[in-house]
């Protein structure tokens, strides 16, 4: 059975996550306040951030920036700013 959240990113109900997809406060947040659709965007967003920043996972200064990224992602109604020599995919 799914469950429906108001999607503060879609600002929008729309189906929830099955399951908290981060660990603590915030992976609680997440799965409470956004929808599994939005999820999906984070996805996206993150492998881009990984990707231009050259961000090695295992570094605890770059997970730091990743869920900071995360956060305003989610939460915050200013757009992430990516690498200038970002070139989104036509």
């Known amino acids: 059975m799914s469950r429906t959240v108001f999607c ?7 189906e929830g996550l099955a ?3 981060y660990p603590g406060e915030l992976g ?5 306040n956004i929808s599994g659709e939005a999820w999906q965007l984070w996805l996206k967003q993150q492998t881009i951030l990984i990707n231009e ?3 090695n ?13 995360m956060v305003q992602f989610f939460f915050s109604d200013s757009d ?5 020599q970002f070139v989104p995919q036509k």
């Open 8 to 14: 503060q990113k879609l600002k929008k109900e729309a």
């Open 28 to 32: 609680e947040k997440i799965f409470e």
């Open 19 to 21: 399951r908290p997809m």
């Open 80 to 84: 992430i700013e990516l690498p200038e």
């Open 57 to 69: 996972p295992l570094d605890p200064n770059a997970r730091k920036f990743i869920e900071e990224q």
């Open 53 to 55: 920043y050259r961000i």
